[in-house]
Structure formats: structure tokens, C-alpha cells
Nanobody
């Protein structure tokens, strides 16, 4: 079992920045991909970004490409999501997820992710 704990959410004005963190722990630190998903009120969960465990290769969905950056600190078992130029439509609960094997993250297939954190709320509003 993996445990994922997110932090760093909050209220920010449009155009501002936030950095989310996800600490990964557990008996079996054997996963292929860490993914960030988000869910806005009244909407389905959608993919934000993925990062491959083996080499840190990042992937971004179109809605955040050029504004968000995913990175990791392997020594700290922590994955980060730097969010810049935030827009009101970025308002959502952001979830850190992990996938043991497969390509669900890259397809934005939330139901295919194996582990989920509890989420952290990001509100972009003036």
C-alpha cells in the first residue's frame, strides 16, 4: 500500500502561483507513475500532469501546458506541482495519485489510478 499526502493548496488571485506537494510513503514504493488529477465543483475528475518514476519524465494535459510544472525530489519521496498564471477555471480539489503499472495517467483515466491522496483545495479568485 502506498500513502499519498498532498499539501500546499489555498486561495490565490488570478495570475498568481501555488506549489503543491505530495509525499509518497508506504511499504511498497514500487509505482510507475505519479499523477495529479483535479475535480472542480460539478465536474468530473480530469488529468493535470503525470511524472514517470523511472526517469522523472513529465507529461501535461493541454489545459495546464506551459503554466504548470511537475517535478520530484526522490530523496524526499516528494512530487511537486508548481502552478503559475493561475486562472479561475483552475479552481478544484487537486489529488495526488499513483499508478503501479499501465498508462491510465497519460490517458487521463482517473478510475485506472491505484492510489489516491485525500486532496487539497485550490481556489483562484479575486
Amino acid at each position: 500500500q502506498l500513502q499519498l499526502v498532498e499539501s500546499g493548496g489555498g486561495l490565490v488571485q488570478p495570475g498568481g502561483s501555488l506549489r503543491l506537494s505530495c509525499v509518497v510513503s508506504g511499504f511498497a514504493l514500487d509505482y510507475q507513475t505519479i499523477g495529479w488529477f483535479r475535480q472542480a465543483p460539478g465536474k468530473e475528475r480530469e488529468g493535470v500532469s503525470c511524472i514517470r518514476n523511472s526517469d522523472g519524465d513529465p507529461y501535461y494535459f493541454d489545459s495546464v501546458k506551459g503554466r504548470f510544472t511537475v517535478s520530484r525530489d526522490s530523496a524526499k519521496n516528494t512530487v511537486y506541482l508548481q502552478m503559475n498564471s493561475l486562472k479561475p477555471e483552475d479552481t478544484a480539489v487537486y489529488y495526488c495519485t499513483a499508478e503501479a503499472r499501465g498508462s491510465s495517467c497519460y490517458m487521463g483515466y482517473a478510475s485506472g489510478m491505484d492510489y489516491w491522496g485525500k486532496g487539497t483545495l485550490v481556489t483562484v479568485s479575486s
